[in-house]
C-alpha cells in the first residue's frame, strides 16, 4: 500500500520529462528523410501491417493512433510512413531505443538529481539549482528570457484574448512580489527550458517536460502540452488541475485501487475524492493509504527524485494473441529460451558496465483455459533466486513456468498432456530480473569474496575465520548508502544504458504494475537488506564472460592486484584512459572456477546447512521435491520447518538453487512475497527482532500462500 509521507515544507522544484513520440523520433533520427512525415513505428508481427507502437505528432493530425494497425492507418493517411520496429530473436530488439533514452539521460542529468523512470521518461530534482539561480541571478532581474522559456504554458495565468501569451509569461517569470515558491518555479522554468534545448542540440530529440513542486504534478502536467513544450503548475493552480481530472489518471490508481474508488466510494474524479474527509478514507482503506489518498487529493506528495539513472530491473517479453497462443510445454520452452537469452545478454552487460546483479527471477504469464469454468483465473507469477548463466536462467524459468502451470491447471493437468494440446494456451510471457544491486566496492571486492575474506553470507560460518569486521560492515550497508551512491552519482564513471522497459507486445498488465508499485513503497518501510552475493548467484557468471569476450571492458576500482597484474598482462593495450587500469569485473571471474556445486564455498554452505539442518523452500518446488505445503500436509502442522526435511532432498543437485539454510534466506525473495507473510517468516529467522512484527492475518499463513489451492 502507498505510504503517506507528508510534503517537506520546503518547496522542492520537481521536473518531469517526457520524450515526444519516442521511437517514431529514434528512427527519423536514423532515416533522416521521414523528418517531419507522418510516420509510425510497428510491431514486429506484420498481421494486417503491424501494430503501431509510435506515432507521430504529423500522423496524430490524420487521426492515425496507437491502438491501430498499420493496414488501418494507412485508410486515414494513406501517405504514412510505417517502420518496422528492429528485431533479433523473433522479437523487438529495443537497444536503440535504450540507448537512445541513455543519452537524453546523460543530459537532463547535469542540473539536478535525476530518476530515470522508464525507457523515455525522468524525473529530475532542480531545487538546488532553482535556489542557487535565485541567490544569484534571479529571474526578477532577467532582462533577456530565452524564447523556450517564454513559450512555457503556466496554469491559471490569465491569458485574455488578444493579449500577448509570451509577454504574461515574461511578466510572472519576471515578477518582484512574487512568493519564494513561484519564485522558484520561475527558475525551474528557465532551467528546464535550457535542457530541453541542449537535449534538442545534442541528440535531435525533442522532449515535453511538467514543471511543478512534486512528481505527481509534475508527471500530469508534462502530458499537457506536447510536443516540444513545457507546463509549469504553480501552487495556487493545483485545486483547477486536479477538480476534474479523472481518477484513474493518477499515479497508482490505474489499477484495483482506482477501480475500488470508483464503485465502492462513487469517486470519478479528484475533486470527487477531495470531498472525502481523510477519517472515512482510513476507514476504508487504512490509515497510510487512506492519509495518501487524502494527500493527493490536494495535490500533496513527498514522493523524492530518487537519484538513479539506472533500471531498477530488466524484463524480456513477448505476447502470443490470438491464433499464436502458445499451447504445448516445448513451445513455451522455445520461447522462454529466447526470453532468458536476452535477459541474460542485458545482466551481463549491466554487470560488466555498472558492477550491479540482481538477485530476484520473476515469470509473468498469461494464459487461458478453453473448457473451465474458472476463466477467472490469472496465472500466477513465479519468482526464485537469480543464478548467473544463460543456461541456468532458462532452466529457472523453465520450473518457474511448470510451478505455475501446476497450479494453474493443476498437476494432473501438467503431467499428462506431454506435447500434446490440453486446452490451455499461454498468450504473454515474460522473465525479469529485480532486486538488482551494485556489488560491494572498496574493502567488501568481489576478489575478497572469492577468497573467502569477507560475506555477510558467510560471515556465520565458523570455517571462514579470516572475517574482515569492517568489510562487513560495509556490506550490510542498506541499499541507497555508499556503494549504491558510487554507482548512481552523475559524475561516476559509468554508462547509463538499458532501463527497464517491456517491448510493446508485452502487455503490461495494471495490476501487476500497481502491485509493483506498492511493493516499492511497501519495502521501503522495511530494514535496509544485506547487499549479499549469494553462490547460486555467481555461478554461472562465467556465461558473461564469453558473451562479453568481445565487448569493451570497463573497469572496476578495487584493489585486486594479482589480478590486476594478470589482467594486464592479457588485455595489455586495451586499457582505456579513464578507466582505473584495475581489472573488469569480467577478468576476475575469469580467474575464478566458481563450479556451483564443486566449489569450498559450496561445501561450505553444503556443511553449515547440515550443522543446523534447518531449510526452507521458498516460492516454489522444483521437479521431484514436495512443495512446502505438501511437507506440510505430511506434517499436519503449520509450524517453522527447523530440522525437517525431504527424503527426496537428498541427491538432487538442483536442490541448492531452491532451498536454503534458514540464515541465508535471501531477503530480497521475501521482498516479493506478502507482508504477512514475510513478517511470519522473520520471526521463525530471528524470533527476537521480528517477534513484535508478526501479526499474520489468519488464513494468511505460509502455507496457504504456497498452496495451488491458497484462497487468501
Ligand atoms: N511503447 C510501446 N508500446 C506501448 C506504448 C509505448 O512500445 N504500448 C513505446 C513506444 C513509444 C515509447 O514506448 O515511443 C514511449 O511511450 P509513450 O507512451 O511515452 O509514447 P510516445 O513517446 O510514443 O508518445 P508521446 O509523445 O505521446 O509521449
Same mark, same amino acid.
Given at each position: 500500500m502507498p505510504v503517506a509521507k507528508p510534503e517537506s515544507s520546503d518547496p522542492r522544484v520537481i521536473a518531469h520529462v517526457d520524450m515526444d513520440c519516442f521511437y517514431v523520433q529514434v528512427e527519423q533520427r536514423k532515416q $533522416?528523410? =521521414?523528418?517531419? =512525415? $507522418?510516420t509510425a513505428v510497428v510491431q514486429y508481427n506484420e498481421w494486417k501491417g503491424g501494430a503501431l507502437i509510435a506515432v507521430s505528432y504529423e500522423a496524430r493530425k490524420f487521426g492515425v493512433k496507437r491502438s491501430m494497425r498499420g493496414a488501418e492507418a494507412k485508410e486515414v493517411c494513406p501517405q504514412i510512413q510505417l517502420v518496422q520496429v528492429p528485431v533479433a530473436r523473433g522479437k523487438a530488439d529495443l537497444n536503440g531505443y535504450r540507448n537512445a533514452g541513455s543519452e537524453v539521460v546523460s543530459i537532463l542529468s547535469r542540473r539536478g538529481r535525476c530518476e530515470r523512470a522508464s525507457i523515455d521518461e525522468v524525473y529530475l530534482d532542480l531545487t538546488n539549482a532553482a535556489e542557487t539561480m535565485l541567490a544569484e541571478n534571479p529571474p526578477q532581474n532577467l532582462e533577456k528570457i530565452d524564447d523556450e522559456a517564454l513559450k512555457s504554458h503556466i496554469l491559471g495565468l490569465n491569458n485574455e484574448d488578444g493579449s500577448d501569451v509570451k509577454e504574461n509569461v515574461r511578466e510572472w517569470i519576471n515578477?518582484?512580489?512574487?512568493d519564494h515558491r513561484d519564485k522558484l518555479l520561475a527558475c525551474g522554468i528557465l532551467i528546464v527550458a535550457e535542457l530541453r534545448m541542449q537535449v534538442l542540440k545534442e541528440t535531435e530529440f525533442t522532449c515535453s517536460a511538467g514543471i511543478a513542486h512534486n512528481k505527481m504534478l509534475a508527471k500530469l502536467a508534462s502530458g499537457m502540452n506536447k510536443p516540444a513544450q513545457q507546463t509549469v503548475v504553480p501552487s495556487s493552480s493545483v485545486n483547477g488541475l486536479l477538480n476534474t481530472l479523472p481518477i484513474r489518471k493518477m499515479k497508482q490508481l490505474g489499477g484495483k485501487l482506482g477501480i475500488s474508488l470508483q464503485t465502492d466510494m462513487g469517486v470519478n474524479t479528484v475533486g470527487d475524492l477531495f470531498q472525502f474527509p481523510e477519517e472515512k478514507l482510513q476507514e476504508r482503506y487504512g490509515i497510510n493509504t487512506g492519509s495518501w489518498l487524502w494527500n493527493i487529493a490536494r495535490g500533496i506528495s513527498g514522493e523524492a527524485v530518487e537519484g538513479r539513472l539506472l533500471p531498477k530491473s530488466h524484463g524480456s517479453g513477448k505476447t502470443f494473441p490470438g491464433p499464436r497462443a502458445l499451447k504445448t510445454v516445448p513451445s513455451v520452452q522455445h520461447w522462454l529460451n529466447q526470453l532468458c537469452e536476452e535477459l541474460s545478454e542485458r545482466l551481463c552487460s549491466d554487470l560488466d558496465q555498472n558492477k550491479r546483479m540482481a538477485h530476484t527471477l520473476t515469470l509473468h504469464a498469461r494464459a487461458y483455459k478453453s473448457s473451465d469454468s474458472d476463466s477467472q483465473k490469472k496465472f500466477p507469477s513465479k519468482s526464485c533466486p537469480l543464478r548467473y548463466g544463460t543456461g541456468k536462467i532458462q532452466e529457472d524459468a523453465f520450473n518457474l513456468f511448470q510451478a505455475g502451470l501446476r497450479e494453474y491447471i493443476g498437476f494432473y493437468g501438467v503431467k499428462t498432456q506431454g506435447s500434446q494440446y490440453s486446452g490451455w494456451g499461454i498468450t504473454s510471457l515474460s522473465v525479469s530480473a529485480s532486486k538488482i544491486v551494485p556489488i560491494p566496492s572498496g574493502t567488501c571486492s568481489i576478489a575478497k569474496y572469492f577468497h573467502g575474506q569477507s560475506t555477510p553470507h558467510f560471515?556465520?560460518?565458523?570455517? =571462514?575465520?579470516?572475517?574482515?569486521a569492517n568489510a562487513e560492515a560495509t556490506l550490510l550497508l542498506p541499499p541507497g548508502s555508499e556503494c549504491y551512491t558510487e554507482v548512481n552519482s552523475p559524475k561516476a564513471e559509468v554508462d547509463f544504458p538499458k532501463e527497464e522497459s517491456w517491448i510493446e507486445d508485452t502487455v503490461p498488465d495494471l495490476d501487476l504494475q500497481e502491485h509493483k508499485d506498492l511493493s516499492s513503497s511497501l519495502s521501503k518501510t522495511q530494514d535496509g537488506f544485506t547487499q549479499d552475493i549469494s553462490p547460486s548467484l555467481l555461478s554461472g557468471t562465467e556465461g558473461c564472460l564469453e558473451q562479453n569476450q568481445n565487448k569493451q571492458e570497463r573497469y572496476i576500482t578495487k584493489d585486486e592486484g594479482q589480478f590486476k597484474s594478470e589482467y594486464k598482462e592479457r588485455k595489455g593495450k586495451r586499457v582505456?584512459?579513464?578507466?582505473?587500469g584495475t581489472p573488469s569485473i569480467l577478468e576476475l571471474f575469469k580467474s575464478y572456477n566458481p563450479h556451483p556445486l564443486g566449489s569450498s564455498l559450496s561445501q561450505e554452505l553444503k556443511k553449515t546447512a547440515q550443522g543446523t539442518g534447518a531449510r526452507l523452500i521458498i516460492g516454489f518446488e522444483p521437479k521431484g521435491h514436495n512443495s512446502l505445503a505438501e511437507q506440510n500436509e505430511v506434517g499436519k502442522e503449520e509450524k517453522p520447518m527447523h530440522g525437517r526435511r525431504s527424503s527426496r532432498d537428498e541427491g538432487d543437485g538442483r536442490r541448492e538453487a531452491w532451498s536454503y539454510n534458514i540464515d541465508e534466506i535471501d531477503p530480497t525473495v521475501m521482498d516479493e512475497l506478502p507482508q504477512e507473510i514475510q513478517d511470519e517468516i522473520k520471526a521463525w529467522v530471528q524470533p527476537h527482532k521480528w517477534r513484535p512484527n508478526n501479526t499474520a492475518r489468519r488464513g494468511c499463513k505460509i502455507s496457504h500462500y504456497f498452496s495451488p489451492t491458497k484462497k487468501s
Open positions: $533522416p528523410q =521521414l523528418r517531419g =512525415l $507522418p515578477r518582484h512580489n512574487a560471515s556465520s560460518m565458523q570455517s =571462514l575465520d579470516n572475517v574482515n582505456k584512459d579513464k578507466g582505473t
